[in-house]
Nanobody
Framework: QVQLVESGGGLVQAGGSLRLSCADSGRTFSTYAMGWFRQAPGKEREFVAAITRSGSFTAFQDSVKGRFTISRDNAKNTVYLQMNSLKPEDTALYYC?????????????????WGQGTQVTVSS
């Protein structure tokens, strides 16, 4: 069973950085590709980044390319989202999710498990 818990959110000024973590308490973490999504108030949930099971391949939404990186440590059952040069428009509730699909996917309905989310607020 996959149980995902996000941490690392908070309030930061524009231009600052945060690192989000998502830990899985189960024993099958390395068999899932992982993704990060976000949802701002009044908006739909959107894809942010994804990483394959081994961590060899990643994908990003265009608006975060060059600012965000995604990585994982399968020994620690944890996936990370490093967010640099944050902008007020990055403000949202950030979720991590796990998918049994082998290939990277940005489609939320293809993810099987979700965390509860961690709030990121970027002030101008």
């Amino acid at each position: 069973q996959v149980q995902l818990v996000e941490s690392g959110g908070g309030l930061v000024q524009a231009g600052g950085s945060l690192r989000l973590s998502c830990a899985d308490s189960g024993r099958t973490f390395s068999t899932y590709a992982m993704g990060w999504f976000r949802q701002a108030p009044g908006k739909e949930r959107e894809f942010v980044a994804a990483i394959t099971r081994s961590g060899s391949f990643t994908a990003f939404q265009d608006s975060v390319k060059g600012r965000f990186t995604i990585s994982r440590d399968n020994a620690k059952n944890t996936v990370y989202l490093q967010m640099n040069s944050l902008k007020p428009e990055d403000t949202a509730l950030y979720y991590c999710a796990a998918t049994s699909r082998y290939a990277l996917t940005s489609k939320s309905y293809e993810y099987n498990y979700w965390g509860q989310g961690t709030q990121v607020t970027v002030s101008s």
